[in-house]
């Protein structure tokens, strides 16, 4: 089976890692073998004692996209839902997989900061807000959205599985599932 590594970036609450095991759940029940490299469970191991200064999510985001490019040269659909802030991290991401031969595509959960800061899943935006951390992506730290993702998803116009279909049907047309 073909393998691909699938990022998705957006601000903390965008969406992504729901969308990840929504997916996830659907190419599982098709019979492909899938990995989702959450972003947090990745900083508790392979990345652990990285913070969230540019070097550090540098690093973080070039580690994952060095295990992903792994997992999918063998068949893996590799699923990442994962910040990676800067559009150079990105791109060397991207090109590694490139050189390498191996499908990767970038997908934006599109969620404006409003609506993520309203659904704060981890309550990070408020503790942003109460002065307690600071260097929150999107709020006093960097976000550079992508500027032509293999797809962009306006998570806070669809419901979790519209936006979920919307993916599958982009790794269809690519001939991934
Ligand atoms: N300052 C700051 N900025 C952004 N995010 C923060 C921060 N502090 C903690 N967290 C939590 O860590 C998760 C982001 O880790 P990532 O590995 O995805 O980020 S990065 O790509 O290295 O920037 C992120 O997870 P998600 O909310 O799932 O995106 C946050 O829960
Ligand atoms: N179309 C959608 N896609 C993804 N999540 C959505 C969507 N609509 C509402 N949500 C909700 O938004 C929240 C996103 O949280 P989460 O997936 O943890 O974000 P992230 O991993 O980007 O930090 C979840 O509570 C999810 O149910």
């Not at 393998?3 to 929504?22: D, N, Q």
């Not at 590694?96 to 609506?115: K, W």
Request: with cysteine.
């Amino acid at each position: 089976m073909t393998g691909a590594t699938i990022w998705l970036t957006g601000l903390p609450s965008a969406g992504k890692t729901t969308l990840a095991h929504e997916l996830a759940g659907r190419l599982r029940g098709e019979g492909h073998r899938v990995e989702v490299l959450d972003g947090d469970e990745i900083r508790e191991f392979l990345s652990a004692g990285l913070g969230f200064t540019r070097a550090d999510r540098h690093t973080n985001v070039q580690r994952i996209g060095f295990v992903a490019e792994l997992l999918a040269s063998n068949g893996v659909k590799a699923l990442v839902p994962v910040i990676a802030p800067y559009a150079d991290s990105r791109e060397a991401v991207r090109k590694r997989h490139q050189t390498e031969g191996t499908a990767y595509l970038e997908v934006h959960v599109a969620t404006p900061v409003e609506v993520c800061s309203e659904r704060d899943v981890k309550g990070l935006y408020a503790k942003q807000a109460a002065g307690e951390i600071s260097g929150l992506t999107g709020v006093d730290d960097p976000y550079e959205a992508p500027e032509s993702p293999d797809l962009r998803l306006e998570s806070h116009t669809q419901t979790v599985q519209e936006s979920a279909a919307a993916l599958h049907t982009l790794l269809t047309e690519r001939g991934l599932a």
